[in-house]
């Protein structure tokens, strides 16, 4: 049995967790944590092997410092942290041996989304990324969202086209926000959305959309297990659930 801790079980996402890994026969939740515990206590007194995060930016960073330091493997779907945070992350996992898991997206049909786009940037180099979350999701771009600007950054091999001479914003973001300097990133924030994006690629005469929809939370479960039974024995940072399904 592979034991498992879930901070913010009492979140939207952490509650969901809770009873994804309970209905498997191989996992049991050992620890359920909320604000205002004391986690290093409850890793040690659960005997916690995995702690899947799902908490907001502000306390997932010292959450997974204090998970290593408790000898826990951390599995993580909170976004928003930084890149000199995940670069930390990989320095200290790899001194005290202990994996860590930084997963933007769990639900598989966005990490096809995510590996699509990278393959059409090399053939189409301009493109555009809109997400669309419920409204109390507190960070914009979404974790997803960057990680699809960060692939179709580095797949392109050309640059996509210049804006046109004296082109200008008359309400500050009304192009988006430049990801990698080069991918326009737009965050729509309404009730009614669980998590979607669409990757707009154009070219002379034609136009290429490749989108993602989760319309429940149910949909990053079957990625939140396979995470938790493939933390066990990794090395470093693992980024991307796209690295767990070979």
Same mark, same amino acid.
């Given at each position: 049995?592979?034991?498992?801790a879930?901070t913010?079980?009492?979140?939207?996402?952490?509650?969901?967790?809770?009873?994804?890994?309970t209905?498997e026969?191989?996992?049991?939740?050992?620890?359920?944590?909320?604000?205002?515990?004391?986690? +290093?206590? =409850?890793l040690?007194? %659960?005997? &916690?092997?995995?702690?899947v995060?799902f908490?907001?930016?502000?306390? #997932? @960073?010292?959450?997974?410092i204090?998970?290593l330091?408790?000898?826990?493997?951390?599995?993580?779907?909170?976004?928003?942290?930084?890149?000199?945070?995940?670069?930390?992350l990989?320095?200290?996992?790899?001194?005290?041996?202990?994996?860590?898991l930084?997963?933007?997206?769990?639900?598989?049909?966005a990490?096809?989304?995510?590996?699509?786009?990278?393959?059409?940037?090399?053939?189409?180099p301009?493109?555009?990324?809109?997400?669309?979350?419920?409204?109390?999701?507190?960070?914009?771009?979404?974790?997803?969202?960057m990680?699809?600007a960060?692939?179709i950054?580095?797949?392109?091999?050309? +640059?996509p =086209?210049?804006?046109? %001479?004296g &082109?200008?914003?008359?309400?500050?973001?009304?192009?988006?926000?430049? #990801? @990698?300097?080069?991918?326009p990133?737009h965050?729509?924030?309404?009730?009614?959305?669980?998590?979607?994006?669409?990757?707009?690629?154009?070219?002379?005469?034609?136009?290429l959309?490749?989108?993602?929809?989760?319309?429940?939370r149910?949909?990053?479960?079957?990625?939140?297990?396979?995470?938790?039974?493939?933390?066990?024995?990794?090395?470093?940072?693992?980024?991307?659930?796209?690295?767990l399904?070979?």
């Open positions: 049995m592979i034991r498992v879930v913010g079980y009492l979140g939207r996402m952490g509650s969901e967790v809770v009873r994804a890994v209905a026969a191989d996992m049991e939740v050992v620890a359920a944590i909320e604000v205002g515990d004391n986690l +290093a206590a =409850s040690t007194e %659960s005997k &916690a092997q995995v702690m995060d908490t907001i930016p502000e306390t #997932a @960073f010292s959450n997974i204090t998970a330091e408790c000898g826990v493997i951390p599995v993580v779907g909170t976004t928003g942290l930084t890149a000199a945070q995940l670069s930390e990989d320095t200290r996992s790899k001194t005290l041996g202990i994996p860590v930084v997963i933007p997206n769990f639900a598989i049909g990490v096809l989304m995510m590996q699509m786009s990278a393959m059409a940037a090399k053939y189409l301009d493109a555009e990324v809109i997400e669309y979350h419920h409204e109390k999701k507190v960070d914009a771009p979404s974790g997803t969202a990680k699809t960060q692939m950054h580095e797949s392109r091999t050309q +640059a =086209s210049p804006l046109p %001479s &082109a200008f914003e008359s309400v500050q973001g009304a192009r988006g926000g430049m #990801a @990698f300097e080069t991918v990133v965050a729509v924030r309404l009730p009614g959305y669980v998590a979607s994006q669409e990757v707009i690629f154009g070219a002379p005469g034609q136009r959309s490749i989108r993602h929809d989760s319309i429940d149910t949909s990053f479960m079957p990625g939140v297990v396979l995470s938790v039974r493939k933390a066990i024995g990794r090395t470093g940072l693992t980024y991307g659930l796209e690295h399904l070979t």
